[in-house]
Structure formats: C-alpha cells, structure tokens
C-alpha cells in the first residue's frame, strides 16, 4: 500500500506538471512580448506606454528581472525616485549582482542623503562590475563630500582610466587635490576639465577659487571675469568676484560687482551685505546704513551686519545706537563687537 501511494502520488506530480508547463511557458512569452513592447515605445519617446507595457510584462511574469531594470531605469529618468528605488530593490532581490541596478539604486540613495549607503551600493557595483566608470564616480564624489580627499581622488582617477573624457571627474579630481593643498596638481586637473569643456561655467569658477587661495591675483581676476562671462546672470558669482575684490582692497570695483548682483537679484542677501561693508570702506555711511537696515530686515540673527551697522552709525556720530548695535553683535556671537564695546562705549 505504500508503494502504491507513493506511485500515485508521482503520477499525480508528473499529471500536473504537465499542466503546468505549457502555462508557465506561455507565461514567459507574454511576460517578453511585453517587456519588447516596452522597449519599442520607450525608443518612440512614448513614456506611459513603456510604463504601462513594462508593469503589464512583470504582471505576467514577476521574475523577469530586465523588465524591473527597465521600468526602474524609466521611473528613475520621470524623477520618480520612490517607485524606481522600489523597482531596483525588487531586482536585487532577484539577482542580487544584475549590471547597474547597484548602481542607479545608489543614485537615488546619495540624491536622499544616505550618502553611507549609497557608498556601499557604488562599492558593489565597482567589485562586479569593474567596467562602468560611473560607480567609481559616484564613489569617489562621496568620499569627497565626506572630505576624505585621499581615497576620493583614488577612486576618481580609477574612473578616469575607464572613461578619460569625463570633464567632471577631472574636476572633481581638481578639487580633491585643491582641498589636499596641492595647488600645481588642481590646477592641472581642472584645466583638463576645461580642454573636454571648455564652455563649462564651474569649471572656470573652480580655477578662479582655486589661484585666489593660491594668491596668484591676476590668474584670479582672468578666471573670475570668464566665469562671470559664462555663467551670465548669477549673483552668487558676481557677489564672489565682489568679495574677491574687496579683498584685495579695490573696493570701487568691489561695489560695482556686488551692485550688479543686486541687479541680477534684488533680495540676494550676501550680496546685500556685503554692499553695506563696501560701503563703511569707502566712507559712505549713510547709504551703508540702507543696505545695513534692509540685510537686517531680512535677518535679524547675523551679528556681523549688526557690528557693521555699529560701525556706520559711530561714524555718523551716533554713538547710543551704534553701541546697542555692538552689544546685540556681542550677543550673537561676534567676539570683535567686545573691542567695539570696550573701546568705544565707555561709561
């Protein structure tokens, strides 16, 4: 009797599966017949139509792991980050080494914050995977924004070998080895950047900075007045050229540029501020107080415009105010508003 049971149930398996089979074939086919679908509408730009035949393809066929790739790779491109994260995590569970999926999962990661494990998805990628460039990439770039500039710069050059025409690496290599005080070395590496793109506004800015920091004055001022070029409208680089120049004691043309930020944006507030200081220095306290009185309007929490206002009002002889300027610069943290202070407000 157990014999025969057991017979009948192997008869039973074998009747079954040969139910199962063609089902599960024609399963397969459909599943591929829409993930090619898919294909052929995403090659026609027709977004909503790729979606809408990749889903019907993993509808029939849960397992097929390139139809998860493509949908995930096409959510991710509609900036839909939560539901290609779900897609990529889906196919790692299926194949837990499937090219890029590491990859583009560590994107969407790093573009979240989680910088440390967006890392461990590009350091997978980089061990199966030693042919793409970008994981090193986008390795390196963390390891930078973590300021270990060492094995940033290591993983960077090792995506160079793979792709040595990408003008961003370079960069980035630029400024790894600027922050490592290298300044001959970042300088190379950024004009590299520059050969593959010459037109690219960053790139310049990176070189201006970095021949500021080196003192190299007149490389500096080139650099800056390309940027500026470059970049057109950008009161962040006019108000930077500014600051430059107000450090370097040109103070007329320092005010030209931080005007010409405040044209570009009425409300940019470091500009604003910094109008205000150029102004104490050229003696012209009066319209420093308007700017002064404005940057405070639009934040009453920063102690340097305060010990600035002090400065404008002792000058225009006020001298009660000017100390409660002082005193509230004190307050916030200014530790030069106490000489002010001890200085000038005696009792």
């Known amino acids: 009797m157990m014999r025969l049971y057991g017979i009948g149930l192997f008869i039973f398996f074998w009747m079954n599966l040969g139910v199962l089979i063609p089902a599960l074939a ?21 977004e909503s139509a790729a979606l809408e035949y990749f889903t019907k393809a993993i509808m029939v066929n849960p397992s097929l792991d390139k139809a998860y790739y493509n949908r995930g790779l096409l959510l991710f491109r509609m900036k839909e980050m939560e539901l290609a994260l779900a897609d990529f995590d889906k196919l790692l569970q299926l194949r837990p080494f499937f090219p890029k999926a590491h990859y583009y999962r560590g994107v969407i990661k790093f573009q979240n914050g989680d910088l440390h494990e967006a890392y461990e998805d590009f350091e997978i990628e980089c061990r ?31 995506s160079l070998q793979i792709n040595p025409d990408y003008a961003s690496a370079w960069h980035d290599l630029g400024v790894c080895f600027w922050k490592l005080h290298q300044t001959d070395s970042a300088v190379f590496f950024i004009k590299k950047a520059i050969q593959i793109h010459p037109n690219n506004p960053q790139h310049a800015y990176t070189l201006a900075r970095i021949y500021e920091s080196a003192n190299e004055t007149d490389k500096a001022l080139k650099q800056y007045e390309r940027t500026i070029f470059l970049y057109g409208n950008n009161p962040a680089i006019k108000n930077s050229y500014g600051a430059f120049l107000f450090s370097i004691g040109n103070y007329m043309q320092a005010l030209e540029y931080f005007t010409k930020a405040l044209h570009d944006s009425a409300s940019y507030y470091p500009a604003l501020v910094n109008r205000g200081a150029t102004l104490i220095e050229l003696g012209r306290f009066e319209e420093a107080l ?21 400065i404008a009002l002792e000058n225009l002889f006020m001298w009660e105010e000017a100390c409660r300027s002082w005193q509230q610069a004190l307050q916030l943290g200014v530790a030069k508003a106490g000489e002010y202070l001890r200085k000038q407000c005696k009792k």
């Open 26 to 46: 024609q399963s397969l086919a459909e599943g591929e017949k829409y993930y090619q679908e898919g294909l052929r509408y995403w090659q026609e730009k027709n």
């Open 128 to 158: 199966n995977h030693p042919e793409y460039f970008e994981p090193f990439y986008m390795a390196g770039l963390i390891l930078g924004v973590l300021e270990e500039y060492k094995p940033a710069s290591r993983l960077i050059k090792q």
């Open 290 to 310: 308007v700017d002064i009185e404005e940057a405070l309007a639009m934040n009453e929490q920063d102690g340097i415009v305060y010990l600035n206002r002090g």
